[in-house]
C-alpha cells in the first residue's frame, strides 16, 4: 500500500449562495404515500425551487378517527424539514384529514415549527382553484368510504359550493387509491359529472389524479381541480411563479385568486 498524500487544507474560503435553491417548498406525507411527491417532483420542483419532503406516521384503515391521529405528528414533521431554516409554503399532503382535523388546526401545528410561513392543504387549495374559476356548483368524486366522504361533502358546502353531485369508490387503503390507473379516473369523472356542474374536484392525494387531468377535461369539456394538482399550483404561485402550464390542467393557467 503507497503512503496516503499530505492533506492540505485551503484557507481561501469559496463564496457562498445565500440559498443553494432561490424557494423551498416542505411537504409533509403520510407514511403510506405513493403518490404526493412524485406529483410534486413533476409540478413543483426545478433548478429554482426545492421540494423538500418529511413523512409522518399513519395507518390504514383511512377512517376519520385513523386520520384524526396525525395532529399530533405535524409539528414535529414541519420541523425536520430544514430544521431552524425558513420555507416559502408547507403542504400537507394529506385531503381527508385535512377536512377532519381542520385547516387552522393544521395552520397552527405547522407555524408552531416553521413561525409565518404559508400553510397549504390539499382541500383549501381546492377551494382556491375552483374559485380561480368563479364556480359554485361542482361535482365530487373521491376514493373514499362514504363514512370518510361525509366531511369532506360538508367542507366544500361550508365554503359555499352547490354540490350537484357526490360519488366516493368505498377504498379503506390509501396504498390501493395511488394503485386507481389514470384511465379509469377519466371514465369514472366521465361518469360521475353531473350535467349541471360548472366543474369537478377530484380529492386525494394518494390518486394519481394529477396525471388524468388533460383526459378528465377533454372527456367532461369543464375544468377539473385535483388534490395534488390544486396543492402544487398554490405552492407554485407562493414562490411567486406565475407561469401558465396548460399541460397540467385549466387551473394552471389561472392566478392564486385573493
Known amino acids: 500500500m503507497r503512503p496516503l498524500p499530505e492533506i492540505r487544507l485551503e484557507t481561501a474560503r469559496p463564496k457562498l449562495d445565500q440559498r443553494p435553491l432561490e424557494k423551498r417548498v416542505g411537504l409533509i406525507a403520510l407514511a403510506t404515500d405513493h403518490t404526493s411527491e412524485v406529483d410534486f417532483r413533476r409540478m413543483v420542483a426545478s433548478e429554482r425551487i426545492g421540494v423538500y419532503v418529511a413523512r409522518i406516521p399513519y395507518a390504514n384503515p383511512t377512517t376519520p378517527e385513523n386520520l384524526r391521529k396525525m395532529q399530533p405528528s405535524l409539528s414535529a414533521g414541519a420541523a425536520l424539514i430544514l430544521p431552524d431554516e425558513p ?4 403542504c400537507y399532503s394529506c385531503t381527508s384529514a385535512s377536512v377532519v382535523i381542520g385547516d387552522a388546526e393544521i395552520e397552527a401545528a405547522i407555524q408552531a415549527a416553521k413561525p409565518g410561513v404559508p400553510v397549504v392543504t390539499p382541500p383549501m387549495a381546492g377551494v382556491r382553484g375552483l374559485n ?3 364556480v359554485k356548483r361542482i361535482s365530487i ?4 368510504t362514504v363514512e370518510t366522504s361525509r366531511p369532506m361533502a360538508a367542507y366544500f358546502a361550508a365554503h359555499g359550493f352547490d354540490i350537484q353531485s357526490f360519488t366516493c369508490l368505498g377504498f379503506e387503503d390509501d396504498r390501493e387509491m395511488a394503485r386507481i390507473t389514470p384511465a379509469s379516473l377519466v371514465e369514472l369523472a366521465r361518469k360521475v359529472m353531473h350535467p349541471q356542474a360548472d366543474a369537478l374536484f377530484v380529492s386525494c392525494t394518494a390518486l394519481r389524479a394529477a396525471l388524468a387531468v388533460p383526459g378528465i377535461e377533454e372527456a367532461i369539456g369543464r375544468p377539473v381541480v385535483t388534490s395534488n394538482q ?3 399550483w398554490n405552492c407554485l404561485r407562493l414562490c411567486g411563479d ?9 387551473l394552471w393557467t389561472k392566478p392564486l385568486a385573493q
Do not use: N, Q, W
Open 132 to 134: 380561480a374559476f368563479g
Open 242 to 250: 406565475e407561469a401558465s402550464r396548460p399541460e397540467f390542467g385549466r
Open 87 to 90: 420555507l416559502d409554503a408547507v
Open 141 to 144: 368524486l373521491t376514493p373514499y
Open 230 to 232: 390544486a396543492s402544487a
